[in-house]
């Protein structure tokens, strides 16, 4: 049994059922997500006999890196990591220096899933089919592992943007956003947490109505049916009249303004006509714009548009009073950029 998978009250009805007082349960909580140790041996204020029970009925870990790779610059880290069936995931750990004196920020990008079931052509975790769905624990594990190995850059960000459709995945992507946010252990507020999800209305609503404040991205791609239904294959269950007003209710039921994701790429969804149909599409919509360079993924014929032509569609957007930033990505040197993580069998 792995600890990662349990919530707090999960964790004391296990000790308890052990006999062990309740505030046992809160102390090894600690340990794990504040204190971050390894093993059960470092739990030092707990009686032996409580960490020899856990050491043999339990896990602190369910999975471990099997190769790290650290981007020119060392802002980025990808890691590639073992399951416990064998199978893998990647996530990165992204480093951001602040304003001058300001805090800078650690964002740790997981994954929910190994491969993804919605194969959008241009992404390399879509090209491989979907294997599984990945535990909570699972999920909470990866960005436990970027706080251990760089402990001077407290976690401040996590956003569900690595392999998979955290939606689809959607028990485990809400208990990991709960256990991270736990107050008694990691302590990272839900509004430093991002979803983003390639538009599953149902996912949409059923979040909405969580009570969670975590940011929604939603990677838009295209503001036509016709345009989409091929760049984002869910579109063509769920099109983009559904789409945006699911995106308008959770708006109004969080508070929260939604991101749009777009990526970029050239000749296909770039030209000033695209932008108009965006401004559109979005219009009186309390919403931002994500602009995002495409990364190239093997095997995928898209292509990246150039500088010019990028900077052309968010001057377009913000001309017609659509608020659109265009996002550098970073790692690209070690293939930890949008869309480029995968598992190692295809490697
Ligand atoms: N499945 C979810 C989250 C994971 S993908 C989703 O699709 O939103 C995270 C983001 O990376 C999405 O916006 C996705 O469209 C984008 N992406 C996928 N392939 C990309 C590529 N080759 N270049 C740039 N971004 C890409
Ligand atoms: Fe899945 Fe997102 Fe990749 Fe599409 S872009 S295949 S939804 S991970």
């Not at 707090?8 to 140790?37: K, N």
């Not at 295209?222 to 559904?242: Q, W």
Request: some cysteine.
């Amino acid at each position: 049994m792995s600890l990662t998978d349990l919530s707090l009250e999960e964790l004391t009805g296990l000790l308890e059922s052990w006999g062990e007082p309740a505030f046992h349960a809160g102390q090894v909580w600690h340990w794990l997500y504040r204190s971050l140790v390894t093993p059960f041996a470092g739990m030092s204020d707990l009686p032996l006999r409580l960490r020899q029970r856990l050491n043999s009925e339990a896990l602190l870990q369910t999975m471990g890196p099997l190769k790290t790779l650290t981007s020119t610059d060392r802002r980025t880290i990808k890691v590639l990591f073992r399951l416990d069936d064998g199978m893998t995931v990647e996530s990165v750990s992204m480093r951001r220096r602040g304003a001058s004196g300001a805090q800078g920020r650690h964002t740790v990008c997981v994954s929910t899933q190994v491969g993804c079931p919605i194969g959008c052509p241009f992404c390399a975790t879509g090209q491989h089919g979907f294997q599984r769905n990945l535990s909570s624990g699972e999920i909470v594990e990866q960005v436990l592992h970027f706080a251990r190995i760089r402990p001077a850059e407290p976690v401040s960000n996590v956003v569900f943007m690595g392999m998979g459709e955290p939606l689809l995945n959607y028990d485990a992507t809400i208990k990991a956003i709960r256990t991270l946010n736990s107050p008694q252990g990691f302590n990272l507020g839900t509004r430093h947490m991002t979803i983003s999800t390639a538009g599953l209305v149902p996912g949409i609503r059923r979040l909405a109505r969580e009570g969670l404040q975590a940011g929604l991205a939603v990677s838009l791609h295209a503001a036509s049916d016709i345009l989409r239904d091929k760049l984002v294959p869910l579109n063509r269950r769920y099109p983009l009249r559904e789409l945006l007003a699911a995106c308008r209710d959770y708006f109004a039921a969080t508070g929260r303004r939604i991101t749009f994701e777009y990526v970029l790429f050239d000749g296909v969804n770039d030209s000033a006509k695209h932008a108009a149909q965006m401004s559109r599409l979005l219009s009186g919509m309390n919403c931002h714009v994500n602009l995002i360079a495409a990364n190239p993924v093997a095997g995928s014929s898209f292509q990246p548009s150039s500088r010019e032509q990028a900077r052309a569609f968010q001057t377009e957007l913000r001309r017609r009073g659509i608020t659109a930033t265009l996002r550098r990505s970073m790692g690209a040197d070690i293939q930890a950029g949008c869309g480029q993580l995968k598992s190692a069998e295809c490697h």
